[in-house]
């Protein structure tokens, strides 16, 4: 009869305390896939008092996350405090260094620690798994990590933070402002009281990052993404999208290119007829194009207590069974640098929103700097406010212009628009969006 894991959890917040809740009510089907029990046998957290809803009795309260990363009495740290610094860090790098394995859904450690951290696995012997740091419930590291093993992949994209998602969806669902859809995901939960760390982008970056490496085989670089958020988007936008056969969503890419691999981050539109594009809501869905088979879209659940916690226990259930997979697909060695393209260098599609002045030669001018950078225009859609008369005090309003590239570079966009700025034929700044095709 094999001993049963024995597991401590440092944090018992929303994944933490329903992680003891499972493992409590799945032990028959986790000892069954497992060969072995497992059990919780210490716990940490900030505070011993708070009340948390989940059965505590017998096991012990240890103070210090670092202490209990290096208790005798455990074979398994699981780590669901978060942060990318203290006490994750070092507790998770002691847990590794005395042999143990580690489970945690803590992208920011990852991102930024990930190498020094598979090292320290690698070294000792242990394992480091993060099936929920990327799209919680959604098997995607085990995908990319396992299952396409022997692939070779080109691309890989993704929605993985479900606020952006909410917010989008609701704008183009219900034609309201960032804002209002703002407010109400954060009084139904979906988004902090302070919520740029998801609509900056920097969340998806963080996921980006590690999906990157172990579809590449390079070593994770969270500073080698380019960040875009959706603060910036309109209504306007989305109703022009979804005109011209597009859906606006927040991307996180990995792409094999000529110039090295891209990483980036930013709102996308993407053709309606795309997997990724009936995504809604909170739901995160990751697509990879691997060499010489058709996409692989995978949809589910990227946040939430029994979303996270279901990953987590198939990590720890791993450990019991002694899987010991290297964290990013292969021996730490063998990771490359991160050779950064830069944006300038992106070549793709564009869709471009301009408020062009209303006078003679307008849009001769933006047409003549658009063709100076050699940029062709697949489509174009002019907005005339009121129908084109002009106001009560006899002034027209700037019209609303929306042009779609064919693919160029994004630093001919870039200059092209700065010449059209200079030109002063539009007023204010153009909004300028990439394209994701299939
Ligand atoms: N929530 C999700 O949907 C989700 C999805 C995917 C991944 N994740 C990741 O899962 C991890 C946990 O997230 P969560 O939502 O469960 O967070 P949470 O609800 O804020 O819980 C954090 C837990 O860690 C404990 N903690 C924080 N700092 C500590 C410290 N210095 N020493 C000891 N304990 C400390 C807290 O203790 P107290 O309870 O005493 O304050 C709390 O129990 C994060 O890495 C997060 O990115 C979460």
């Not at 690698?122 to 990590?145: C, Q």
């Not at 998602?165 to 209002?180: C, D, K, P, V, W």
């Not at 001919?412 to 628009?417: G, I």
């Amino acid at each position: 009869m094999v001993a049963p894991l024995k597991v401590g959890i440092a944090g018992l917040g929303t994944v933490g305390a329903e992680v003891v809740r499972l493992i409590e009510s799945q032990a028959r089907v986790l000892s069954g896939r497992s060969g072995r029990g497992i059990r919780v046998v210490a716990v940490t957290a900030r505070s011993k008092a708070k009340k948390r809803n989940v059965d505590l009795r017998g096991v012990e309260w240890v103070k210090d996350p670092l202490a209990l990363a290096t208790h005798d009495g455990i074979d398994c740290f699981v780590e669901l405090m978060g942060g990318s610094g203290d006490p994750a860090l070092s507790a998770v790098e002691a847990a590794l260094k005395s042999g143990k394995s580690v489970v945690t859904a803590n992208k920011a450690l990852l991102a930024k620690h990930g190498l020094k951290l598979a090292k320290a696995a690698e070294n000792h012997g242990g394992a480091l798994n993060f099936e929920a740091a990327v799209g919680a419930a959604i098997p995607v590291i085990k995908t990319l990590r396992e299952g396409l093993a022997a692939t070779g992949i080109n691309r890989v994209y993704g929605i993985l933070n479900g606020t952006c998602n909410y917010i989008l969806t609701r704008m183009e669902q219900e034609g309201l402002s960032f804002a209002e859809c703002l407010k109400d995901a954060q009084r139904l939960g979906y988004a902090e009281a302070n919520p740029s760390f998801d609509v900056d982008g920097h969340d998806t970056a963080q996921k980006l990052a590690i999906l990157a490496s172990l579809a590449f085989g390079t070593k994770v670089a969270q500073s080698a993404v380019y960040v875009e958020g959706i603060s910036s988007i309109a209504p306007e936008d989305l109703r022009a999208a979804d005109d011209l056969g597009y859906r606006l969503k927040l991307l996180g890419v990995a792409v094999r290119t000529a110039k090295g691999i891209e990483q980036r981050v930013h709102p996308t539109m993407v053709p309606k007829s795309s997997s990724i594009a009936q995504v809604m809501g909170v739901t995160n869905a990751v697509t990879i194009d691997g060499e010489g088979i058709p996409p692989i879209t995978l949809v589910g659940p990227g946040a939430g207590g029994a979303a996270t916690a279901s990953a987590v226990l198939a990590d720890i259930a791993d450990v019991a069974r002694g899987i010991r997979a290297k964290p990013f697909g292969r021996p730490v060695a063998q990771l490359r640098d991160t050779k950064k393209a830069p944006m300038e260098r992106h070549e793709g599609g564009y869709y471009i929103r301009l408020l062009a002045r209303d006078f003679p030669g307008t849009a001769a001018a933006i047409a003549t700097r658009l063709a100076e950078q050699k940029i062709s225009i697949e489509s174009i859609v002019q907005r005339h406010p009121n129908g084109g008369n002009a106001a009560a005090d006899g002034k027209t309003s700037p019209v609303p212009v929306i042009l779609i590239t064919y693919a160029t570079h994004e630093d001919a966009v870039r200059r092209a628009l700065a010449a059209v700025q200079k030109d002063k034929v539009i007023s204010g700044r153009p909004q300028v969006i990439r394209i994701e095709k299939n």
